[in-house]
């Protein structure tokens, strides 16, 4: 009961937190039978939050034990479907104690459920895939090998894609791979168990590779995600029409592999390149403007159809205005006092707003009812989480428009500075579409 509770009230919380949310391959997924879901952990809490929104299917969480340790924690865990693992030196008994939560996952997977777990064992972060514990495998192949490798264990790899997930209001690609079927492995674990779940692992490795944008060399994040704002729409130009979550998921991908080639066969060039880039990303800093402004060949400005839109939905906007500001701020505030470890930010900004947002939205609800009635209270409730979601796109219209305003005003003074960065960009794609020309001629 309290799981379904939750997971509608995240549900909720995370698409009023993400700009957008991108999907692929929810084909894959099973509609019955066991399951388990193997995903990268980049972001702490979040990554289990998300995906149980995203998932039609009732998970069963494997989360660090230490946590369990209290009663009050351990009972509540136990209500939303989480099941401790010990690591070994960390708990008193964690052989014994785990053997049990085995069982416990063997006895869910004969039941047909699925489990989700994180097969890296933490969360860091970063566009990369640590190295892969073997739970995963031991799990999937122990419950097969108790009932005669008849159950059908599907290994689901998924791939959680973040633009940035601990700042508000942008972007997520989830990409759920093709399934691995744990049987494959039923002669190697029979013939030897250790190694068998290292095969199992090795190709969970290969397949969760195949859904995720992964940088190997932290030196070239920096790099990579400037060419990525600088020229991915460029590149989409050139693709067949698709959703753009899909879209930039290949063209990311691609853009690392071109990286990589150019690091290796080029470093000097790609230094000098980098110097090239961070100047360009100076000067926008410097003028306050975005790239999208210096890569439009002409401004679309509609100001009368702007300034309606802007007058006739005032009303709707002031109202989503003044019920969400008090809990936005106030779980702004709280989720900022509270000490954290960066792949925890975007968890606890999640966690702290849905429930900040939920009791002042209750408060508010009860004074309204006071003074009118329980109808008007409850109309009233239902009304401000949309309400506030219309705020948001209002607002980002309003700076979109203010923003192509100042361009202009900007480009009326500084119209020499602006000319400067056109060409600086320009100069700076036509190195990318050379050096994309050399590596798709010598990649193979």
Not at 319 to 332: D, Q
Request: proline share 4%; glycine share 6%.
């Amino acid at each position: 009961m309290l799981y379904s509770i939750l997971r509608f009230l995240f549900r909720l919380t995370v698409k009023g937190y993400f700009r957008a949310i991108y999907i692929k391959g929810q084909e894959h997924i099973p509609r019955t039978g066991p399951v388990i879901f193997a995903p990268n952990h980049p972001s702490a809490f979040m990554d289990p939050i998300l995906l149980s929104t995203q998932i039609d299917r009732k998970l069963f969480f494997l989360a660090r034990g230490d946590i369990f340790q209290k009663q009050v924690t351990s009972t509540l865990f136990s209500w939303i479907n989480m099941i401790p693992v010990y690591r070994k030196g960390e708990t008193q008994g964690h052989g014994e104690k785990n053997d049990m939560v085995f069982q416990k996952c063997f006895d869910h997977l004969a039941k047909g459920k699925s489990l989700m777990i994180f097969p890296e064992g933490n969360s860091k972060t970063e566009r990369r895939l640590r190295p892969l514990k073997t739970g995963v495998a031991r799990i999937a192949l122990g419950a097969e090998s108790l009932n005669e490798f008849k159950l059908g264990v599907k290994i689901i790899p998924v791939g959680i894609n973040y633009a940035d997930p601990h700042t508000f209001r942008t972007d997520v690609f989830i990409n759920f791979g093709s399934p691995i079927s744990a049987e494959e492995y039923k002669a190697m674990f029979m013939q030897d168990e250790r190694e068998g779940a290292a095969l199992l692992t090795e190709r969970l490795r290969s397949e969760l590779e195949k859904v995720l944008v992964i940088v190997q060399d932290e030196r070239l994040e920096k790099l990579v995600s400037q060419i990525e704002q600088l020229y991915r729409s460029k590149l989409r130009e050139t693709l067949e029409p698709a959703d753009k979550g899909s879209q930039d998921f290949q063209l990311s991908k691609d853009i690392v592999q071109a990286v990589d080639y150019h690091i290796n066969n080029n470093p000097e060039r790609v230094e000098l390149f980098q110097a090239n880039i961070d100047a360009y990303m100076n000067g926008l800093k410097e003028l306050n403007i975005r790239d999208a402004q210096v890569r439009a060949s002409n401004i679309n400005l509609d100001v009368m159809r702007s300034l309606f839109y802007f007058v006739t939905a005032l009303p709707l906007f002031l109202y989503g205005y003044i019920t969400n500001y008090i809990p936005y701020r106030l779980a702004g505030i709280i989720s900022d006092l509270i000490p954290l470890r960066e792949d925890f930010v975007g968890s606890i900004k999640i966690a702290v707003g849905m429930f900040v947002f939920l009791i002042v939205y209750v408060a508010q609800a009860t004074i309204v009812g006071l003074y009118t009635n329980v109808w008007w209270a409850l109309l009233f409730i239902t009304s401000l989480y949309p309400a506030g979601v219309f705020t948001l796109n209002y607002l980002k219209r309003y700076f979109q428009v203010s923003g192509t305003l100042k361009y202009l005003r900007l480009f009326m003074r500084k119209s020499d500075l602006v000319a400067k960065l056109k060409i600086t960009r320009q100069q700076l794609i036509d190195k990318l579409e050379a050096g994309k020309e050399e590596y798709l001629l010598n990649r193979n």
